[in-house]
């Protein structure tokens, strides 16, 4: 990694750099054509500072490709070189770094960070790099390029946006050196064990933007708590909620461009955690991806915000006890598509369904829980294993017992339905949506439009989850 090149506008020379060149290696720019004697596009404000090494205050211009920069400085004696790389990708006015490696003589040492902190160098020599970078003024806005996008007319279906993250595991289980790649196919052996028999899980949440344009998450790190619960469950190993959490925002951040603006919709967040690893018997994939992918959405359901129908599924069931009814495994996912598609046929939103061992108990939507309320008394299916632990659902429930409402976790027979003042289902996708009606054994049950509970709660959530209201609960992860 050691550069002899010559600056297309001062004419220096470097090998190893003054400590204020700027060596720019990406598609379409010519290594060595890019130096800071010529205020280099969107990077200003260089200061060299030696002993400790390079404190970079970078602002960066938008790029709709990650631009490797590789940063060199020399030691103070001319005789003895030192070059530090750090590659970092700049994307949105936003520097992620990724690995950064010393070479001091013939050493060379191989780190990997989440971010650029001191680094032990060769012969007990310490350097620290900083690096800060803030939005530059001619980025003009975060949507900036999006010509093709009608923030008002969002759906709920998958857009091409511009970065995912992926982490591998390791042999030893432990998932190491993940890191944004542009969005796109991914390849996959046709031995891979999710293909073969679904040994994969999913996650969901949404970031929403604020007026200030800063970027909010709701409750990640339930999130990742989940997803390592159900690896468990299903023989994978799972990334730490820490690593979850962190390449969460990584993903977010660098797709900021696609965070829909203030009420026109949010960005849909999907990690994945999958047996890419080809097996033939049935047996758990030797090797695991991690992957985290976005989108900009807007309602869920046609209706929009409207109450949604329900149709009351009496042969299908989603899970039974014993199997993975309480995890994101993606199979979960394909046995209620023929119930679902039947439904909309019909004229209903979606299913209803009830446990497979009475036949009468209420369990959950295709991709909801469900609540029902009489008389100020919220009641919801008791999780028993074949019922998602929603992380709406949970916040639901706190925030109800805040408000001063009886939550009942129980079981829940479908006469109940008959005689409810109001039903609403909850899900990272909806949020909270009340039920206008439930058709059940061909008799239909009306509800109105919007219940006072339904409505009080809706408010409430969507309110924190947005920015409009003040977190007391401490659940937002609030990004700059």
Known sequence: ???????????????????????????????????????????????????????????????????????????????????????VEMMNGVVFPKTYAIHYHQCLSQFSSSSLKTAQLPNHVRYATRIKATPSSDSHGETSGLTDISWENLGFNPVKTDFMYVMKCSEDGEFLAGGLQPFGNIELNPASCVLNYGQGIIEGLKAHKKQDNSILLFRPEENGLRMKIGADEMCMPAPTIEQFVEAVKVTVLANRRWVPPPHKGSLHIRPLLMGTGAVLRVTPAPEFTFLIYVTPVGNYFEVGLKAIDLVVEDEIHRAVPGGVGSVKAIGNYAVVLKAQIKAKANGFSDVLYLDSVHNKYLEEGSTTNIFVVKDRVISTPVLGGTILPGITRKSIIEIARSQGFQVEERLVSVEE???????????????????????????????????VVSRQLYTALSNIQMGLAEDQMGWTVVLK
């Open 417 to 451: 339905l008959l005689d409810a003042d109001e039903v609403f289902c909850t899900g990272n996708a909806i949020c909270l949506l009340p039920v206008g009606s439930i058709t059940y054994m061909d008799r239909r049950v009306l509800y109105g439009e919007t219940g």
């Open 1 to 87: 990694m050691c550069y002899q090149t010559k600056c297309s506008s001062c004419g220096k020379t470097t090998w190893g750099g003054c400590g204020r060149h700027v060596l720019s290696v990406y598609k379409g720019i010519p290594e060595g054509q890019q130096c800071l004697c010529r205020a280099w596009p969107g990077v200003k404000d260089m200061d060299h500072v030696h002993p400790t090494g390079l404190n970079l205050n970078l602002t960066i211009l938008y790029s709709p490709q990650p631009l490797p920069i590789y940063i060199v400085e020399d030691k103070p004696k001319r005789s003895e070189w030192l070059e530090r790389a750090a590659l």
